[in-house]
Each structure stands twice: as structure tokens, then as C-alpha cells.
């Protein structure tokens, strides 16, 4: 019988007959890739099989007199267990992405750790490392649980067989992208076994109730490699992020069908593995320098905890007719209406000037209320003076100039003064925070400023 294959675009999953050099889906280059179709009543037999053994369904009354089969399983390690909404759910597939060397394999490996050593058989498979390398890792995390397993496989039948013997309670595959699923002929990382991977392994771990974590790499655009279809599969979709050249690392929840998706999990990388920090409160100020230009400290909400944060700004005379703008961890396009207010409404001469904003400790602003921060830190390069060390600042920034009001000023003013600031320039009619059951709270002065100008003149009048 004659083969049938046909092409498939590795970045977006779109089929075609022929090979394309650029892809009519997404218009990838070079990212089509030949695959073999599976005879039809290969097809029909399987859909055969999967009907026969189907679940039987359950009333609501039968489930709710098992509440211990489906109760977390906390770690331990304070700021998993935050983002993920008190630990992992049994029968859960979660997909933990990031960049190369970020720290992926060193967080599962101490979640799987802490685990073990609460007496929760867990299983390590590890499709890119032997067994030696992996427990090389695990002894330098300080891991010696005999409830631990380690396993260096890509078959997933054979690691699902595996699980079952072990009755384990917690799975780890590191990565998605090496495991081969029987059916599929294509190479290991092609979009077909990817896609068909995910589906086993989430049916494997409804029908088994172990909880299952995947480690899936990330494209240079940020996004976990494969299908997009990949992240609506999961149960959660968690993202580490962090900079290699610093010592911080963010954990996010993009989805949780558990959870909250709002809260961040802050760790430090130290040798001994990555430190969670329950209260970062000061975390991001530490080298902060006293009375510096350009610097500016803010208040930042993630989740449930507010955030001290430094943003730098530097402005520079241009030697291209389009000045440059750059921004790292705070957007592009806010940068640019938030020069444009200054050159508009403040009077600051900047279209001759490069502007380049930074976030410190690789943190992302992702709320206009650090505008406010932002505008006095560029006005500050600008006039080559200082902001005071001892000043906060929070709130948006219209178009026209105007200070626009923010949520939970009340929970950021507390942040602030429990972290040894003085004043804080607020959006007008800030202070009425404090008449509602917050003055007894705040012993810090709360400055209200209507406008751009306004804050400009209150924050460099010292």
C-alpha cells in the first residue's frame, strides 16, 4: 500500500499537500515539514478502541462525597503554591514554559523534591538527560527521597506503564518536545507529536489522577514551541521568566483552571537552587542609589501583593533625524504617548532627544499606573536633577495631561510607608483614600496633583 504523506507548518499546524517554502497560515519560512498520514481504517480502529473504554458519567451528589481524592497537594515552596492557587490538583496537566537556561529544570526538579520528601511518589522522566545527569541535579538541590524516581525515556506508552506500576502521584516530563507518542511516525518536536503527546498524556492524567507537569521550550517570538491549540489543551499554563544576567525569576500563571492568573511568584537563582521570597517588599531596591537622575520608585500590583519598583529613564541628544526610543520591561507605545504629553503639555523639548526606559531587576510594568513614575523619571534625565529618595509615585497619565486615579492606592500607600517613604504624589482626590478608614493606616504625606504640570512643580520643589 502506498504511503500518504502530507506537509505540515511547524509554527501554526497548517496542512497542505505540497511543500511550501513560506507557509500560507502564518507565513512562517522553511517551517513545513513532511509527515505520513495513518491509513484510514487505522483511524477507524482506534476511534473503535477509545469508545469501548469511555467513562461512564457521574452525578454532581457522586462527587462531592469524594473531597479527598480531589484535594491540593501543597509543595511547600511558597510562591508555587501561590501561583498555582494552594498546589497542584490532582489529575492536572500543567505546562511550565521559558527560555533556555532560564531555570525550568531547576524549579521542577525542586518541586519534585519537596514532593517526594512529603512521602508523594513522584516520577522524573527526562527525555534530553540520562539518569546520572539528572541525579547529579538532584543532589546538588539537596535531594536524597527514596520516594523519588528518575527515568531517561521518550516513549510515552512506556513511561504511562511506568507511572501505573509506581502508583505514582506526581509526573514530570522534561521536555514535550522529546517525547514520542506510538501512532505518530513523524521526528520528536514536529507539530503532530506535539499535539498528539499533549493529548495522551491529558488523558492519561484524568484517567489516572496523577498530576502531571510538561516542560515545553519557547520560540524566539516568547511563545512555547508548537501548536498554538498546545496551551488550550492544558489545565494551567505557567511561564518562568527571568535575565540572565540577573539573579531574579518570575514565575506566571497566563492560565489556570484552578486559580487566580493574576499572581506572581518571585524567586531568587543562588547556588543552592532558586530561594522564594514570600515578601519581596524591598527586593528590586536593593542597589537603588540615593538621590539619583532619572530614577523613580513606584508601587506596582501583581496578584495580591504590591511591588516596589524602580524605573530609570536616560535621555540623550540624537544624532538621527528620528530619535531613538527604547523600553525594557515597560511598553513601547506608552513610552511614546507619554513623550509625546511631556513635549505637549509640560513643555519639555524632546523630540531632539534618544529616550531609553528601564525597568530594574528585569520586572515588567504591565498597569498605567506607573505613568506617572515614568514621566518623572524622563523629566528628571531631562533637566539633570534628581527626584527625592524619599518620594513615591502613582498614577496615570491622560492625553491631555490630566493625572488619572488608580486601583488599591490605599494597599500601595501602606507598601510604600512600610518601606520607609515619606511622601507620595497621588491623582486628585487620592487623599480621600485615607478619610475612608485609611488615615489611622498612613502616617506618610499623600500629595494630590491635577496634572503633568502639577507634579512636576511638587516633585522637584526641595
Given at each position: 500500500?502506498?504511503?500518504?504523506t502530507?506537509y ?7 496542512q497542505?499537500?505540497k511543500?511550501?517554502g513560506r507557509c500560507?497560515?502564518?507565513?512562517s519560512?522553511?517551517s513545513?515539514v513532511?509527515e505520513?498520514?495513518?491509513?484510514t481504517?487505522e483511524v477507524?480502529?482506534r476511534?473503535?478502541?477509545?469508545a469501548s ?7 454532581l451528589s457522586t462527587?462531592?462525597?469524594r473531597p479527598e481524592?480531589?484535594r491540593r497537594?501543597?509543595s511547600?515552596?511558597s510562591e ?5 492557587g494552594?498546589g ?7 505546562l511550565?514554559?521559558?527560555e ?9 526538579m525542586?518541586?519534585?523534591l519537596?514532593?517526594a520528601?512529603?512521602?508523594?511518589t513522584v516520577?522524573?522522566v527526562s527525555?534530553?538527560?540520562?539518569v546520572?545527569q539528572?541525579?547529579l541535579?538532584?543532589?546538588?538541590l ?7 524516581y528518575?527515568?531517561s525515556e521518550?516513549r ?8 501505573r506500576k509506581l502508583h505514582?502521584r506526581?509526573?514530570?516530563i522534561d ?8 501512532d ?16 495522551f498524556l491529558?488523558?492519561f492524567?484524568k ?8 516542560v ?9 514551541a508548537?501548536p498554538?491549540?498546545?496551551e488550550h ?12 544576567d540577573h539573579?531574579?525569576r518570575?514565575?506566571?500563571a497566563?492560565k489556570?483552571?484552578f486559580g ?7 524567586f531568587?537563582?543562588?547556588d543552592r537552587g ?12 536593593r542597589?537603588?542609589?540615593e538621590?539619583s537622575i532619572g530614577s523613580?520608585v ?6 495580591t ?5 524602580e ?6 541628544p540624537?544624532?538621527?533625524?528620528a530619535?531613538?526610543r527604547t523600553a525594557?520591561?515597560?511598553d513601547?507605545n506608552?513610552l ?5 504629553v511631556?513635549?505637549?503639555?509640560a513643555?519639555?523639548?524632546?523630540m531632539?532627544?534618544d529616550a ?5 531587576g528585569g ?6 499606573a ?13 533637566r ?9 509615585y ?12 488608580i486601583?488599591?492606592l ?7 510607608q512600610s ?5 507620595a504624589?497621588v ?6 483614600v485615607l478619610?475612608?478608614g485609611?488615615?489611622k493606616?498612613i ?16 516633585a522637584?520643589a526641595?
Open positions: 500500500m502506498r504511503v500518504k502530507q505540515v507548518c511547524q509554527s501554526c499546524g497548517y497542505a499537500a511543500w511550501h500560507p497560515g502564518c507565513g519560512w522553511n513545513m513532511e505520513i498520514i495513518p491509513p481504517h477507524g480502529r476511534l473503535e478502541k477509545d473504554d469511555a467513562p461512564r458519567p457521574l452525578d462527587l462531592t462525597e481524592a480531589f497537594i501543597p511547600g515552596i508555587w503554591d501561590r501561583v498555582l494552594g497542584l490538583v490532582p489529575g492536572s496537566l500543567i511550565i514554559g521559558g533556555p537556561g532560564v531555570g525550568k529544570s531547576t524549579l521542577v525542586q518541586v519534585a519537596r514532593y520528601g512529603q512521602g508523594e516520577l522524573y527525555g534530553e538527560e540520562s546520572e539528572v541525579g541535579r538532584a543532589r546538588r539537596g535531594g536524597d527521597e527514596k520516594s523519588f528518575l527515568l521518550s510515552l506508552e512506556h513511561i504511562a506503564d511506568v507511572a505514582v506526581v509526573l514530570i521536555s514535550i518536545q522529546t517525547m514520542r507518542h506510538p505518530i511516525t513523524s521526528a520528536p518536536g514536529s507539530v503532530a507529536q506535539v499535539r498528539e503527546g499533549t493529548t491529558l488523558d492524567a484517567t489516572s489522577g496523577v498530576a502531571t507537569l510538561i515545553g521550550h519557547v520560540t524566539k517570538s516568547g511563545d512555547i508548537g498554538r491549540m498546545l489543551m492544558v489545565d494551567t499554563v505557567l511561564y518562568f521568566e527571568g535575565d540572565r539573579f531574579y518570575l514565575l506566571r497566563m489556570n483552571r487566580s492568573t493574576y499572581e506572581l511568584g518571585v531568587e537563582m543562588q532558586l530561594i522564594p521570597h514570600e515578601t519581596p517588599g524591598e527586593l528590586f531596591l542597589e537603588r542609589q538621590e523613580a513606584l508601587v506596582t500590583i501583581e496578584g501583593r504590591p511591588f516596589l519598583l524605573i530609570q529613564a536616560l535621555l540623550v540624537s544624532l538621527y533625524p530619535p531613538r525594557s520591561g515597560y513601547l506608552r511614546h504617548m507619554l513623550l509625546a511631556l513635549e505637549k503639555k513643555g519639555l523639548h524632546l531632539g532627544q531609553y526606559v528601564n525597568v530594574v520586572m515588567r510594568i504591565g498597569e498605567p506607573g505613568d506617572l513614575a515614568t514621566a518623572l523619571a524622563i523629566a528628571s534625565s531631562f539633570e536633577r534628581p527626584l527625592s529618595a524619599r518620594d513615591v502613582l498614577g496615570e497619565i491622560g492625553l491631555t495631561g490630566e493625572v488619572r486615579q486601583p488599591r490605599l494597599e500601595r500607600l501602606k507598601e510604600a518601606r520607609g517613604f515619606r511622601r504624589l491623582p486628585p482626590k487620592g487623599d480621600r478619610e475612608q485609611g488615615e493606616h502616617s506618610l504625606e499623600v500629595v494630590p496633583v491635577q496634572t503633568i504640570q502639577e507634579a512636576l512643580m511638587v522637584f526641595y
